[in-house]
């Protein structure tokens, strides 16, 4: 049986930089790998700190881009995307940044659209059920409560087709 030597340093920096080049990573991303490969805390922020300095890992980039992925891929709101980046913990500043950089009315015209799709498989007793429904739809997509109703009644005002108003 062949003995399992450790990685060195440098190897894991070399490790370290790689897999932060196949994606944008975050800090707390990495000191997992690198907790999860068994290195003491010294060596990983070294590691850490080297990567920072040669910019594999940037924070700020990593929050602009994880705001634009998940607003356009997985159609989350700010609130819901804004307690993953603190999950993350990243500095408030940098989330405030990345947040502030959503254009608005793309934003409006996702919810918008989403709530369009979902209205389509909603069911209710009245329109204030379907009305209550997608507003916890949207609310749980992380969108804020007051724009979620305001696309609501865009919607009910709006859409003649339907049998019922949504107002």
């Given at each position: 049986?062949?003995?399992?030597?450790?990685?060195?340093?440098?190897?894991?920096?070399?490790?370290?930089?790689?897999?932060?080049?196949?994606a944008e990573r975050c800090i707390q991303d990495v000191e997992k790998k690198l907790s999860a490969a068994g290195l003491p805390?010294?060596?990983?922020?070294?590691?850490?700190?080297?990567?920072?300095?040669?910019?594999?890992?940037d924070e700020s980039?990593?929050?602009?881009?994880?705001?634009?992925?998940?607003?356009?891929?997985?159609?989350?709101g700010r609130i819901k995307i804004a307690y993953e980046l603190r999950r993350k913990h990243l500095p408030e500043n940098v989330c405030s940044e990345a947040l502030s950089a959503i254009d608005e009315?793309?934003?409006?015209?996702?919810?918008?659209?989403?709530?369009?799709?979902?209205?389509?498989?909603?069911r209710g007793k009245g329109n204030r059920d379907v009305f209550g429904k997608l507003l916890r739809f949207g609310?749980?997509?992380?969108?804020?409560?007051?724009?979620?109703?305001?696309?609501l009644r865009t919607l009910g005002a709006n859409e003649t087709d339907d049998e019922e108003s949504m107002d």
């Open positions: 049986m062949r003995s399992v030597r450790e990685p060195t340093e440098t190897e894991m920096l070399h490790r370290a930089a790689a897999y932060c080049t196949a805390s010294d060596v990983a922020e070294r590691i850490i700190a080297r990567l920072v300095q040669e910019k594999f890992i980039r990593y929050s602009r881009g994880f705001v634009s992925d998940k607003l356009r891929f997985n159609k989350w009315e793309e934003y409006h015209a996702l919810l918008l659209s989403l709530l369009k799709e979902k209205k389509k498989t909603i609310v749980g997509r992380g969108f804020e409560t007051s724009e979620v109703a305001a696309c």
